[in-house]
Structure formats: C-alpha cells, structure tokens
C-alpha cells in the first residue's frame, strides 16, 4: 500500500503576476484580469507520511508562515477567478526543487526516508479564456512542452479530489535487452536507422564501422568473449556518441577544398585545408608559443579546459562551449546545462581546479522581429522567450553553485532566429603543485585503480545529448537530449572533490559529459589502454532503464574518478560526509579495450585505438564569391542615420540609443551574482 499526500503552499497575501499578464497580452494576445501562483508538492511512500509531514509542518520546510500558509485539504480560496492551470514535470525529468525538499527532510528528521517527492505549480486566472487558449499561456510563457505536462480546471471542477486522487509522474518504463545491430545493410538503410536512433553518423561513418565488425581479427576477437559478430546496441551509441561533432569537432578537423570564384580583394587562392583546427587554431598557437618562448602554456587542446600559469604557486584553467541546440528547445535547461556543464569542465581538468568565474556571450533575435510580422516556423520559441530562459539558466547555474559571473555580452541579429548562439565559459584555480601530486595538471590513474562514478543519479533524460547537438534542429528533436542540470547538488560534489584532491584520494577525474559514462570512462581508460564497468551497478533515478540508455546518460552533476584501491574506503566514507552519492563501477585495465557489463553479462568490448583514433576525416568543398558578400542590414536594426542638414541630433541620439545591441543591459546584468 502507498500513501499519498499534496500540500499547496498559498500565499497569505495573493500577488497579481504582472509581467506575465502583459506579455500574454503581447505575445499572445490573451487578455487576463489578474493570475496569481500557488506551488504544490506531492509526497508518496510505502509508509506512513504522519510523521513526515508533521515534521515538515513544523520545521516550515515549505512555507514560511509569515507570509505562507500549508494547505493539505480543501478550504475556500479567497481569490476570484474563472480557471485553474496545473503544470508539473513529466515523469523522469529533474525536479530540482523536490531534490532541495528531500536534503531538508533529511536534516530536520534526521532520517533518511523511503519518499518520492514530486512538485508543481497552480495558476489561478481570472479572465475569459477558452482551454486552448490557457494551454497556450502554458506551453508559450509559464512552462514548456518538453518537460511539462499542463491540466485545465474550471472553478467547478477544481475541487477536493485533488487532495485525494493524485497523478503522480512516475516513470514507468521496461528495460529492454541488449540487441545486436545489423550495420551490413544498404546505405539508405543504415543512414535511416542513424537518423531514426539520433546516431548523428553519415554515410561514410557508417561503412567505416561495418568494414571494422568485417574485420576477421576483429570477428574472431569478439566471438572468443562470448560476443557476436555484429555490434550491439551499446556498441553502436558509444561509437555514435564518441564519434559526434560535439565530441570529435569533425568539421573543424576535416579535409577542405577551398576555391575562389572571381576576384576577391584579398585572395588566398585554391587550397587544400587539412583540419582547420590543426593547420590554424592549433599550429598557430604553437608557432606563437616557440616564436615567443612562451613558458606560461602549461596544457593546451589536451584536457578539457586550457591550463596556463598565473604566478609562481596558481595556475588558472579556462574553458569556453556553445550550447545552442538545447537552449532553442528548452531556454532555462539547455543554457543552465551549459553553464554546469563548463563549471564540471574545470572541476575535471587535471587532478581538479576549483571554478571562480564564470562568462557569457549570448546571440538571439530581437523580439522586434515578431512585432514587425515575421512568422516564426513550428517548434521555434519567442526571441524574447529564449532570451529570458537562457538569461535565467546561467543566472541559477552560477548563483546557487557559489560561482560569480563577472563578465558577458548580449547581441541581436534577426540570423539567431533559428538557432540562438548561447557561449558560456569558466575560468578555475588550481595550485601547481600539492602534497600528493607532482603536477596538477596531469592525470596519473594506473592500471587497476577503481572506476568510481560521483553525484547524481542515471535517468532517461540527457540521453542522445552529444548526437543531438550535432544535428540540425528540427520539430521531431527528442525531449530526453535536454537535461535540467542540478546546481546545488552539484556545489555538493565540488566542496567534496576539492576536499578529496586535497587528500590525495584520486589519481584521476573527468566529468560526464554529453555521452554520460560512455564520454568519460571511454576518454579516461585512454589514458591506461583500457576499463572494465558493470552498469547494473550505477545507480538510478528509477528502474527500466536499458544498458545503452546507462551508459550514454548525460546527468549534469556527476563526475567519474580514477581511485586507487588502497585510498577507496576513505574516498567513498568522505563522499557520505559530504552526502554525495559515490559507486564502484569497475576498474581501468591495460586491456586495449574499453569492457562494459550488464551484471554478468558482456554488452560491449570495444578496441579504444578504433573508438578514438581510427576516425577518417570528413571531406569538404568550400567556395568563396566576392560577389555574394553583402552587409546584412538586421545588424544595425534601424534604418541608415547619417547626418543630414538641418538634423535633430538630439533625437537622432535618442534614436540610436535604443537600439538593442546599444541600449543598456544593466536590468539583466545586475541578476548575476559577481562576487
């Protein structure tokens, strides 16, 4: 038997949500007398919620009765309004405020309780509006189809069942089994299945890998393990994952024939560019280097931020990435992803650097654009929409882990309509040296030292992360690519990595990055020639989830270590102090392979020289023609104002000043935290 219980948390005085009644006016052309918030949470357990919910009543862990009341049965609402709008997460996707409800649990119960936290919120509208229309005011401005599920009430049926008949968002899903995948079909065949599957991988890739599973060593080799000769499911999405243009940069790094048509005013003639990264970016911060003899470069283009030294104890690391095709769908996630997701790249470069900054450049199109009738096309949101959510995500992302932004820079143009260009970056600190390591910069993990996941959780959401940023967006873009970063747990897992380093406990870390465990033990057993992990050992928000979905998970606050096993006891008993989750996956080997188990079942084996460097470049055509260059007018969003006679300089001023890309952003700066 289950025991369920919803409290409402209403405030003792309603506040009239403003903004939002005018920008459904604006945006959708709703008219509301008034709208007002309630939050809502649902606990559910096996045992009795008596006690729990006593304890949270009086500890306020939800309300602060100044200002706050607990409603846990049906009582009149001193408010008049026509509808109800519901809105809670859909099963499986992180609930960042029931994770924080959970932690306050624990601390004034002292328990650790067996209970499922869900939360929502309520929206109670005074205005005459038809279903569809406050479905609208929904999806378009107080949440977001990918992540929210939306129920309309009428006053009348808006009643006290809903104290009593609870639709909670458990998931409910079935693993499946390892399945292997037939790779020796026709190219349209294969290419359909990438596409369908989120594989992201083309023609040329995809025969590359059917030529490797030909390989007689290869087949041989396999079948000796008890495998068979075609790839597996899990196979399939770790190549698919470490071979993606987020991962691999493939564009950057491929072949390029470059030719000019006409005259160009600056020509560079008709060449072959062999990887733009290692014939440009690369090279040429090399050539600088010994040109200069720069000795400040201490890592460059090898971890996973750049490592350059600031005096004579410190050495800063700093790391920059585009998170655009997850921002376009879900704004607040993919940018919140984004800017935890550079934070964890600082937190794993080297032995581990603690962050201290953070930055930004954000790119949208102004929401002028809509105004002057521009339609936008199915799935895009509102420029001003993405704004705000992206804005927001890096805001929550930096300020509840402790993490100052202290420098960034907004810019319009009508181009960032399709796909906004959300950058955001960090910069840490870490000392050169420490009493356990002779370089922080360097990763030591040796063969049999334990493969220890740390923080939070596998779940469905942030599958296909690194894939799907390699695609082009489009209406059919899966929901489960966009996962919801947990900023406070994630504070959790650096106080207690910081801690740890300090100790001497690891000898390596990375973070898992948009491929989950597939991203980070495939790069970290490199650096040993080979790892050894049993899935059905990770732990899980929820049961059903199948070893390919383990292993490619993306969850924004988790990191993988390298511990030796001689330091393992203190490692995880100094995790429990800091209330981190901590799990034995496996251990690095020298096998030359990367061995992932089910329990005792093999799921994948993995030659890492063919994972990593066997990747055949891609080959592009590039033509320049000076007669296509033009000025896009849209950069200066206003017509020419050049002086003239008998002009009116001051209203001219006035004019250019209001200007999106000059007018001031201090109403959005000043949110961030920059100390």
Known sequence: MSFTQRIEIHPTTYTLKTKTIKDAKKYLDLEMQGLYEVKTYWFNSNESLDKITAAVSNEEVLHDSVIEKQVTSDQKIDLDFDSILEIKFKPGVTDNAAHSTMDAIRLVSNENPDLQIF????????????????????????????????EVYTKDTFSASRFTHAHLPIVKMEAKKVESYNIHKNENERFLDSVQNCWALNQEELKQIEDHYLNKQVQEKRLKAGLSKLPTDVEMEVIAQSWSEHCKHKIFAANINYTEKG??????????????????????????????????????FSDNAGIVRFDKNLDLCIKVETHNSPSALDPYGGALTGILGVNRDILGCGIGAKPIANTDVFCFAHESLIENGVKLPKGLKHPKRILEGVHKGVEDGGNKSGIPTVNGSIFFDDDYAGKPL?????????????????????????????????????????IHGATFSSLELNEDSPATAVQIGDPLTQKKVMDFMLKARDLGLYSSVTDNGAGGLSSSIGEMAEVTNGARIDLKLAPTKYPGLS??????????ERMSFSVPESKIDKFQALAADFNVESTVLGEFTDSGNLEVFYGDELVACLDLH??????????????FDPSLSTTNPSYWHGKDLRLENNVNLEQKITTILQRPNIASKEDLVRHYDHE
Do not use: C
């Not at 929206?123 to 406050?134: A, P, T, V, W």
């Not at 070893?547 to 924004?556: A, G, H, T, V």
């Open 119 to 150: 939360t929502g919120r309520l929206y109670f509208i005074k205005g005459d509006l038809s279903q569809d229309q406050i479905a609208a005011l929904g999806h378009e401005l107080l949440g977001n189809s990918l992540l929210n599920t939306f």
């Open 263 to 300: 005259s160009a005013e600056h020509s560079l003639g008709s060449k072959k560019v062999e990887s733009l990264y290692k014939s440009y970016i690369k090279k040429a911060t090399k050539d600088i280097e010994e040109k200069r003899g720069i000795d400040w470069l201490i890592s460059v």
């Open 422 to 462: 959300v950058f955001v970056g960090t910069v840490g600190a870490m000392p050169q040296k420490t009493e356990h390591y002779s370089s922080s910069a360097v990763k030591e993990q040796k063969p049999g030292d334990k493969v220890v996941m740390v923080g939070g959780k596998i779940g469905a959401d942030g």
């Open 547 to 556: 070893p390919f979905e383990l292993m490619i998970s993306e969850s924004q």
């Open 610 to 623: 063919f994972l990593h460097e066997s990747l055949r470049p891609m080959e592009l055509k590039a033509e």
